[in-house]
């Protein structure tokens, strides 16, 4: 089981063990019970260089994107001709 970080506005950051298959974007708090949301920690990243830790640390938080701003697909043109039937 992997360990999650969460930050409680009261007691600060705690750790602690949950499944995967649990929830994590909240918890509860073990000493004042309150609602705490996750903090995305990269692992093991103290003996790095504080430029490469952050960067590690900002690609471990989600982005989250409105519809509107996901780039637009162009639609494909049905090709119905068989290239291979030219001259047939």
Same mark, same amino acid.
């Given at each position: 089981m992997p360990n999650y970080s969460y930050t409680c506005e009261?007691?600060?950051?705690f750790t602690i063990r949950q499944r995967i298959s649990e929830q994590h974007e909240t918890a509860t708090c073990p000493s004042c019970e309150r609602t705490a949301k996750r903090e995305f920690v990269a692992f093991q990243t103290y003996?790095? &260089? &504080?430029?490469v830790k952050r960067r590690i640390e900002q690609g471990q938080q989600p982005r989250t994107m409105k519809k509107e701003d996901l780039p637009m697909q162009q639609r494909r043109s049905s090709q119905n001709t068989r290239p291979w039937m030219v001259g047939h």
């Open positions: 009261v007691c600060g950051t003996k790095m &260089d &504080d430029r």
